[in-house]
C-alpha cells in the first residue's frame, strides 16, 4: 500500500552513516551535523559503527540508533593496518586500501541485520551516507525493491595537474591507479546501477560517475557534503588596523599549498609586505621546511607558524582576519574555505575541486589552474589588490557571508527532506502503477564530453566546471 506521506508527514528514513562522530573532525563530524539537522524532519534510524557509540549516546536524546559490532579478526586487522599507516599526512591513501575489508563486514552485518525489515516496507527511504568516497558499495540495495535508496553526497577521484607531478608522487598518488579496479567490488556496479537517486558532491564526481555508470539526468544531481553551523558565522567586520591580516588554515602538506601563499608573500613590494602579516594555522610533514623557508627568505616578521589548534581556536583566527589564501591543488570539498567565508574572508582560492565551487567571483579571487610559478604570480597580484582596493575587498566581505548562508546545516536538512519526500512520491506512483521519472530539479545534465557544462543541484545556482584536459588520466573513481 503506498505510504502516501504528505508534507505533515514525517518520513521514516534509514540512514546508514558507518561513520558518524559527534566529536570527531572531516567526514564523521559532517555525517553527524546533517542527520542531527534531518531528524528535526524525519524520524530517522540511524546506523553506524560501535566504534562511535560513546560520542553518540552522550548526545542521543532518545533518538534510535543501531550500532554495527566489529569482530575480533576485524579489530585485530585495524591494529596492523594503523601500525603500517601510523603517517597518516603519507600513507592515508594505502590506509583507505587496506581498510577496504573493515567497512566488508559492517556493510555484510548492516544487510544481515537490517535487510528484512527493509524488505518489509518498514521505512519510506533508505539512505546510504558515508562513506563519502564513491567507492563502496550498499549490499542492503538489494533489499530495496519497495523501497527508495538514496546514495550520497559522494565525492571523491579528483584528478592531478601534470604540471604538479612531482607533488603527485611525493603523496603516494600512485595508489590512485588502484581505483581502476573498483568494479570488481561485489556490488559496487549494482550500488550505482540501481540506486533511485545519486547525491554528487563536486562536479568532478558528477561527470565521472555519468560517464562510468551512464546514469540518467534524473537520478543524479549536487549537493555537498560539507556545511556551517549559524554559530559559527561572525558578521562583525575584524578591528581596522594597518596590517592586513591574512590567514591560511589546513594541513602543513605540499597539496594544500601553503609554500605558494608564503612564495606569494615574498613576491610583494616592500611597501605592501610591510602592510600584511600572515598566519599559518595547523600541522603538517612540511612544517620545518615551511619555517626553514620563511627564514630563507626573510619572512620572520610577516608569516607565524600556529601549530595545531582546536576548531574553537581557528574560529577566533578567523575573526582577527581579512583574508583568506588557500591554493590548495587537490581539493574534493574544502571546509575550511566555508568558514572563511561564514567569517566575511574574501577567499583566495585555485579553481579547482570544492574550493573553485564555492568561491564565486562575487566573494573572492579564483585563481586558474596552470603552472605553479602562474598560480604564486596570481596569488601575489590578488593579496597586493585586495589590501590596496579596500572597498573591493569590504564588498566580497559582504558577499562572501551571504554565499556561506547557502551552507547552513539547516538548509541542507531542508533540501534533504525535499529529496526524501520526492523519492517517496515517485515510490507511491510506482507501485500505484502510474510510474513516471523523479526529477529533483530542472537543470539540464552534465555533457561530460564537453569543455563546459552546466550540473543540476539541489539548490542554488547552476555549477560550471570546465573540464581541462592537463590531467593525469589514471585518477578515476
Known amino acids: 500500500m503506498p505510504n502516501n506521506i504528505t508534507n505533515n508527514k514525517r518520513p521514516r528514513v534509514l540512514m546508514i552513516a558507518e561513520q558518524c562522530n559527534p566529536e570527531g573532525f572531516s567526514v564523521p563530524l559532517v555525517a553527524y551535523k546533517l542527520y542531527e539537522r534531518i531528524r528535526e524532519f524525519a524520524d530517522i534510524t540511524l546506523v553506524t559503527h560501535e566504534r562511535f557509540k560513546a560520542q553518540i549516546e552522550n548526545v542521543r536524546s532518545g533518538h534510535e540508533v543501531v550500532y554495527i559490532k566489529e569482530s575480533r579478526l576485524a579489530k585485530l586487522y585495524k591494529r596492523c593496518v594503523h601500525a603500517i599507516t601510523r603517517r597518516k599526512d603519507i600513507f592515508w591513501r594505502l590506509e583507505q586500501i587496506l581498510t577496504y ?12 541485520l537490517l535487510g528484512n525489515k527493509v524488505n518489509s516496507g518498514h521505512y519510506d527511504v533508505v539512505h546510504g551516507y558515508t562513506p563519502i568516497i564513491p567507492r563502496y558499495p550498499y549490499k542492503i540495495v538489494k533489499n530495496c525493491k519497495k ?8 565525492n571523491g577521484g579528483l584528478p592531478f595537474f601534470k604540471q604538479f607531478n612531482e607533488v603527485r608522487k611525493s603523496e603516494w598518488a600512485i595508489l590512485d591507479y588502484v581505483r581502476n579496479f573498483n568494479r570488481l567490488i561485489p556490488g559496487y556496479t549494482k550500488t550505482y546501477k540501481t540506486a533511485d537517486h545519486i547525491l554528487a558532491a ?16 534524473h537520478r543524479m544531481s549536487m549537493f555537498y ?3 556551517l553551523t549559524k554559530s559559527f558565522f561572525n558578521t562583525k567586520a575584524p578591528t ?20 605558494m601563499v608564503i612564495e606569494a608573500i615574498a613576491g610583494l613590494s616592500s611597501e605592501i609586505k610591510q602592510r600584511v602579516h600572515l598566519t599559518l594555522v595547523g600541522e603538517g610533514v612540511e612544517r620545518q621546511n615551511l619555517e ?9 616578521d610577516q608569516i607565524t607558524f600556529t601549530g595545531w589548534v582546536t576548531h574553537n581556536e581557528t574560529l577566533e583566527y578567523y575573526k582577527k582576519s581579512h583574508i583568506f589564501c588557500f591554493p590548495s591543488i587537490r581539493e574534493f570539498g574544502g571546509a575550511v574555505v566555508l568558514e572563511a567565508m561564514a567569517n566575511g574572508l574574501p577567499c583566495i582560492v585555485t579553481d579547482f575541486g570544492g574550493i573553485g565551487e564555492y ?21 601575489t597580484n590578488a593579496i597586493k589588490e585586495l589590501v590596496i582596493n579596500r572597498k573591493k575587498r569590504n564588498e566580497l566581505s559582504v558577499n562572501a557571508v551571504q554565499r556561506a548562508r547557502e551552507f547552513e546545516w539547516a538548509a541542507k536538512a531542508r533540501d534533504l527532506l525535499d529529496v526524501y519526500k520526492k523519492l517517496i512520491k515517485q515510490s507511491d506512483k510506482v507501485k500505484s502503477g502510474s510510474n513516471s521519472e523523479l526529477t529533483i530539479t530542472t537543470r539540464p545534465k552534465s555533457d561530460v564530453n564537453s569543455r563546459q557544462s552546466v550540473i543540476p543541484a539541489i539548490s542554488g545556482y547552476p555549477i560550471h566546471t570546465t573540464l581541462n584536459p592537463m590531467i593525469i588520466a589514471g585518477d578515476k573513481l
Open 101 to 112: 575489508p573493515l567497512y566488508a563486514e559492517f556493510n555484510h552485518r548492516v544487510y544481515a
Open 147 to 154: 523501497t527508495p535508496f538514496l546514495l550520497g553526497p559522494v
Open 202 to 217: 563536486s562536479s568532478n564526481t558528477y561527470n565521472q560517475l555519468t560517464e562510468l555508470f551512464d546514469i540518467e539526468p
Open 225 to 227: 557534503e560539507n556545511g
Open 240 to 259: 581596522d588596523s594597518k596590517i592586513c591580516n591574512l590567514l591560511f588554515s589546513g594541513r602543513l602538506i605540499k597539496v594544500k599549498g601553503p609554500d
Open 292 to 300: 626553514a623557508k620563511v627564514q630563507e627568505l626573510g619572512l620572520d
Open 359 to 379: 568561491v564565486t567571483e562575487n566573494c573572492g579571487i579564483k585563481i586558474p589552474m596552470t603552472s605553479r610559478e602562474d598560480i604564486v604570480n596570481t596569488m
